[in-house]
C-alpha cells in the first residue's frame, strides 16, 4: 500500500503563500489521480483540489479558485498544492489521497479515496 507524506504547513500571516508537497512512497501518481482535502476543527473534510493521473482534469473548489493550483510539470512520485492569497478561513489540516479508482475522472468524496498522508497544518493569522 502506497504511502504518502505531507509536508510545506506552517504559520502564515494572510495574504502569504504557501507550497504544499504531497509525496509518494512509488510511482502511484503515474497510475491514479489524487487530491487535496482539507479539514478545520468541527467541519467535514471537504476537496479543495484534485487532477487525473494525466493530468487531464483539474478540479479547484470555488473558495479557493483563482488562489490554489496543482501544478503538473512535476515528478511521477510527487504532486504539489500552490496556495496564493491565503485567508484565515483557509486554516485546517490540509492531507493529499488518492483514489480507489484508476479512472481519468475527478473523485469528489472521501469515501472514494483509499489512501491518506497523514496531514500538515496550515494556519493563516497575524
Known amino acids: 500500500q502506497v504511502q504518502l507524506i505531507e509536508s510545506g504547513g506552517g504559520l502564515v500571516q494572510p495574504g502569504g503563500s504557501l507550497r504544499l508537497s504531497c509525496a509518494a512512497s512509488?510511482?502511484?501518481?503515474?497510475?491514479?489521480?489524487m487530491g487535496w482535502f482539507r479539514q478545520a476543527p468541527g467541519t467535514e473534510r471537504e476537496l479543495v483540489a484534485a487532477?487525473?493521473?494525466?493530468?487531464?482534469?483539474?478540479y479547484i473548489a470555488d473558495s479557493v479558485k483563482g488562489r490554489f493550483t496543482i501544478p503538473r510539470d512535476v515528478a511521477n512520485n510527487a504532486r504539489y498544492l500552490e496556495m496564493n492569497s491565503l485567508k484565515p478561513e483557509d486554516t485546517a489540516v490540509y492531507y493529499c489521497?488518492?483514489?480507489?479508482?484508476?479512472?481519468?475522472?475527478?473523485?469528489?468524496?472521501?469515501?472514494?479515496?483509499?489512501?491518506w498522508g497523514q496531514g500538515t497544518q496550515v494556519t493563516v493569522s497575524s
Open positions: 489521497a488518492v483514489p480507489r479508482q484508476r479512472e481519468s475522472r475527478i473523485f469528489m468524496r472521501p469515501d472514494e479515496y483509499s489512501n
Open positions: 512509488d510511482r502511484t501518481f503515474s497510475l491514479y489521480g
Open positions: 487532477i487525473t493521473w494525466n493530468f487531464s482534469l483539474t
